[in-house]
């Protein structure tokens, strides 16, 4: 059974404050992902890694940092927290190849910026 | 870029009653994946199934979808709607790499008795 774990599950942070958002997952995916969900626009894609080392912009990566230290460990960092960062973010890891194409996604992290 | 739409963004049905969820895309792919995700409440999104085959059926607990490439669809149906399939479902798209998936806005369905 594919296993994403994330950390904190909730957070509440103070406007201009620095966040950190753990993930780890240990199904070995070489892909990984960060993404925020927020009514009327879904899911949306902020960060991604092919690996350890890498990381890639998504289609918001504005306010937003990524780390991806070993293959088991992405994080999220929001280096100065503003209250349109409230949101659930998901983290995922994938398989992207052909027929075994598929995201696992963790429990999620609900972050209020006040 | 590549883009998914998903018009619903509520859909009540009563239950017993067959559902159809749309959803159409856009890609310069000739090759997409397209994906079919279900949310349950307090839950995480979870595969719900895929294709990559024009004109192929494919199902799984009780849903299907076909990728029609010609209108650059991937509708999800069912027969008859169970309470227990209320939950929000989203589409998503991949190249056929499957680097990542692009998601659509979701549509939550709710199913009454």
């Known amino acids: 059974e594919a296993a994403v774990t994330q950390s904190p599950r909730n957070k509440v942070a103070v406007t201009g404050g620095k966040v950190t958002l753990s993930c780890n997952q240990t199904n070995n995916h070489n892909n990984m992902y960060w993404y925020r969900q927020d009514t009327g626009h879904g899911l949306r894609l902020i960060h991604y890694?092919?690996?350890?080392?890498?990381?890639e912009k998504g289609d918001i990566p504005d306010g937003y940092k990524a780390s991806r230290p070993s293959q088991e460990n992405f994080s999220l960092i929001l280096e100065l927290a503003t209250p349109s960062q409230t949101s659930v973010y998901f983290c995922?890891?994938?398989?992207?190849?052909?027929?075994?194409?598929?995201?696992?996604f963790g429990p999620g992290t609900r972050l209020t910026v006040l | 870029g590549d883009s998914v739409t998903q018009t619903e963004g509520l859909v009540t049905l009563t239950e017993g009653l067959p559902v159809m969820l749309n959803c159409t895309y856009q890609t310069i792919y000739s090759n997409p994946f397209l994906f079919w995700y279900v949310q349950h409440l307090n839950e995480s999104p979870r595969l719900l199934l895929k294709s990559f085959t024009d004109n192929k059926r494919t199902e799984h607990q009780g849903f299907h979808a076909t990728l029609h490439k010609s209108s650059s669809s991937f509708h999800l149906q069912k027969s008859s709607a169970q309470l227990s399939d209320s939950a929000l479902y989203y589409c998503?798209?991949?190249?056929?790499?499957?680097?990542?998936?692009?998601f659509g806005t979701g549509t939550k369905l709710q199913v009454v008795p």
């Open positions: 995922a890891s994938g398989v992207g190849l052909g027929n075994y194409a598929e995201q696992f």
């Open positions: 998503a798209l991949s190249e056929n790499s499957g680097t990542y998936q692009r």
């Open positions: 890694s092919y690996g350890a080392g890498s990381t």
